[in-house]
């Protein structure tokens, strides 16, 4: 088929294009395709956040998903579908590739049948959720395997394992969040929509609930984990502390001695006494030994 040809729905049916945004081409066919002027223009936009609208009979928005790499399923980045839904067709777009994409083309590949358009991006949503389902029992393995090791070593530090656990976290319950509002949002305005076009909004919204509550869950878990590691490495941290003031106090009196021993005056005791070094580190001893009963009297080092 020739490019600049009109492309019709085949028997009836509905028809789904996707682009990536990033080649010049898909933007040149974007730029001169038969859509309404908002959806057209927001296609070509720079925007980067979620959002939902109904214009001229369609629907157009972006959703947030998980990007996907050459050397794993997916990852913690994100990357933002947009796409302008009419009745017989899905027109979709992309920076990056993304997980939900691609799972749906496969599941469709694979016989999944969709009596209607609004059926795809439905089946889109729904691998959207599958993929950060994903992700949240990798995050929840991993907070397991960092607690686990706690108790094996109370002081480890593992600030730097937890650390990209919650960014993630945070990250995810954000997308998710502007993603159940949108469909809540939606499903009181699809009204005056073709039913075409009327997506299950309630269905995906709760779906994007109980999914959000879990992601809570986990970025809750791993702050409590960091919190618990931060108060053990400052415990301690206190107890070398005390230890390392028990031993300087323990050192004062010494040096007191040998410093009074070591002025060059007249009239400086022990000088010509036989055994005056002995003396001397008597002295140095019973200093000790006062100062360790004092700190133990005062409490400062444990029984």
């Excluded at 088929?1 to 040149?28: E, V």
């Excluded at 920076?95 to 749906?104: F, R």
């Amino acid at each position: 088929m020739a490019t600049a040809a009109p492309i019709a729905s085949p028997h009836g049916g509905w028809l789904w294009l996707h682009f990536n945004l990033g080649d010049a081409r898909g933007n040149a066919w974007l730029a001169g395709a038969d859509l309404p002027e908002p959806a057209r223009a927001f296609m070509l936009s720079a925007d980067n956040f979620q959002q939902l609208h109904l214009a001229d009979a369609c629907v157009y928005g972006a959703f947030a998903d998980l990007v996907r790499r050459l050397d794993r399923p997916s990852s913690s980045e994100i990357g933002f579908l947009r796409f302008v839904m009419a009745e017989h067709m899905l027109v979709s777009g992309r920076h990056h590739p993304l997980c939900a994409i691609e799972s749906a083309r496969q599941s469709i590949e694979h016989g999944r049948r969709l009596p209607s358009v609004a059926g795809l991006l439905e089946l889109i949503v729904e691998h959207v959720a599958e993929g950060i389902e994903g992700a949240a029992d990798k995050l929840s393995g991993e907070l397991d395997e960092i607690e686990e090791a706690l108790t094996f070593d109370v002081a480890a530090d593992h600030r730097g394992r937890l650390g990209p656990v919650r960014r993630t976290a945070v990250r995810l319950h954000r997308q998710l969040l502007g993603m159940r509002m949108l469909f809540y949002r939606f499903d009181q305005n699809d009204l005056r929509l073709a039913p075409a076009l009327r997506l299950a909004a309630a269905k995906l919204a709760q779906r994007l609930d109980g999914l959000d509550r879990d992601i809570v869950e986990i970025r809750d878990r791993a702050h409590l984990l960091q919190e618990e590691i931060g108060s053990r490495l400052a415990e301690q941290s206190n107890r070398q502390l005390n230890v390392l003031t028990v031993v300087t106090t323990l050192l004062l009196p010494p040096t007191l001695v040998t410093g009074v021993f070591g002025m060059n005056t007249k009239d400086l005791p022990l000088t010509d006494v036989d055994g005056g070094f002995y003396w001397a580190m008597g002295l140095i001893a019973a200093s000790v030994a006062l100062t360790f009963w004092l700190v133990r009297r005062l409490g400062i080092m444990g029984r």
